[in-house]
């Protein structure tokens, strides 16, 4: 049961994605945060006419306010191919504090984190890594831990 619910969760945040490092004013409305995302959009990762191509169901920041660290803003995609666009685009924001991640449940997200070090290990040692939801997969091989 409670892997289903995981699983309707993860599918409900399947156009989701996380941004990082956005500098937060006080009060902020979700609007604000719609139009932060469009100008990262457009002027960081060079997505020409974001604000009419690519229409957001909702953008707002997640968790409690940290002093001098803003929130990170969850953007809902109207359209799922918008949302791999955006990710794949990520790469343009090396270099820079802003980040983008996917949104995943508690449950996953937990997976995931447990299985970072390994990716890194296995990473630095040469082989192809893909860590899809929650699982890891090594040189094309799914990785069962040690």
Known sequence: MNREIVDIKARSMRNNLLIFNIPESENEYPEKCVEKVYEILQNKLEIDDASSKMPIERAHRIGRNRR?????????????????????????????????GEQFPKDIA?????LYPVLKKAKEEGNKVKLVKDKLYINGQLYYGK
């Open 68 to 100: 001098g660290n803003p929130r990170p803003i969850v953007v809902k995609f109207l359209r799922y191919p918008d949302k791999e666009l955006v990710k794949r685009s990520a790469s343009k924001l090396k270099g820079t504090s802003i980040g983008i």
């Open 110 to 114: 937990d997976i995931r984190k447990s």
